[in-house]
């Protein structure tokens, strides 16, 4: 089995604390990595100014990003509402380019991120 050390890298994982971002997390944690993996209430992921306020008032200095984070609404077609269908798409896709408008300048000042 390949063995990995990211003793030098920050790891930034939404939905970090839970399903596979959990796994995600630890695998990571388990390669001597740190891991940023905010909470729901810490960022909240459908909401760009949430996005845009939580790098302001935090450092984050990752080398690798990744979005596991994601919700969902089963109901038919007929019965979802527009803000439900919203908020699913700015948690799920627009999140992560608001991620990275704010994250990918810096990782690319060091040299980090593909």
Not at 44 to 56: A, K
Not at 78 to 95: A, G, H, I, M, P
Request: aromatic letters at 8%; a neutral charge.
């Amino acid at each position: 089995m390949m063995q990995f050390d990211f003793g030098e890298k920050t790891v930034f994982i939404t939905g970090g604390r839970g399903g596979i971002g959990n796994a995600i997390s630890e695998c990571f944690l388990r390669t001597n990595a740190r891991v940023i993996a905010p909470t729901s209430s810490e960022l909240d992921l459908s909401s760009e100014s949430s996005i845009i306020n939580y790098f302001e008032r935090n450092s984050v200095d990752a080398d690798i990003v990744i979005h596991s984070a994601g919700i969902n609404e089963l109901a038919g077609v007929t019965e979802l509402k527009s803000e439900t269908v919203e908020r699913v798409f700015n948690v799920n896709l627009f999140s992560f380019m608001y991620l990275l408008k704010k994250i990918v300048p810096r990782m690319k000042e060091k040299g980090s991120g593909r």
